[in-house]
Nanobody
Framework: VQLVESGGGLVQPGGSLRLSCAASGSRFSSWDMGWFRQAPGKEREFVATISWGGSSTNYAGSVKGRFTISRDNAKNTVYLQMNSLKPEDTAVYYC????????????????WGQGTQVTVSS
C-alpha cells in the first residue's frame, strides 16, 4: 500500500489549503482514513478521521469547524480542506490508512504517507 500526499505549501494566516492523499490498492474503500500532523519537536497528533463509507467523521478539537475531511472511494483519495489557517497549524501533515473505529491514535493505523509540509506565516 502506498499513500501519496499533495497540496501542502506556504499560506498566510486566515488562508486555505486542500490536501489530497492518493492510495494504491483495492482495500481503500474498506478502511477508515486519517490525517495526522507533526510540528518540529512535538509528537505526531491526530487531526481528523473518516469512516470507510464517508458517513462518519471525527476531528481534533483544535481544528473542528475549520477543517473538513472527505473521501472519494472511486478515486482512492482522501482530502483535508483546511480553512481559517493559523500559525499553530504549521506542521508536516500525514495521511494514514488501515484504521478502524474512527481511531485517533497513531497505533490505530497501519499505513502512512511520506507527509506534506504546511506552513502558515505572514
Amino acid at each position: 500500500v502506498q499513500l501519496v500526499e499533495s497540496g501542502g505549501g506556504l499560506v498566510q494566516p486566515g488562508g486555505s489549503l486542500r490536501l489530497s492523499c492518493a492510495a494504491s490498492g483495492s482495500r481503500f474503500s474498506s478502511w477508515d482514513m486519517g490525517w495526522f500532523r507533526q510540528a518540529p519537536g512535538k509528537e505526531r497528533e491526530f487531526v481528523a478521521t473518516i469512516s470507510w463509507g464517508g458517513s462518519s467523521t471525527n476531528y481534533a478539537g483544535s481544528v473542528k469547524g475549520r477543517f473538513t475531511i472527505s473521501r472519494d472511494n472511486a478515486k482512492n483519495t482522501v482530502y483535508l480542506q483546511m480553512n481559517s489557517l493559523k500559525p499553530e497549524d504549521t506542521a508536516v501533515y500525514y495521511c494514514a490508512a488501515g484504521g478502524v473505529g474512527l481511531g485517533t491514535a497513531v497505533a490505530h493505523y497501519d499505513y502512512w504517507g511520506q507527509g506534506t509540509q504546511v506552513t502558515v506565516s505572514s
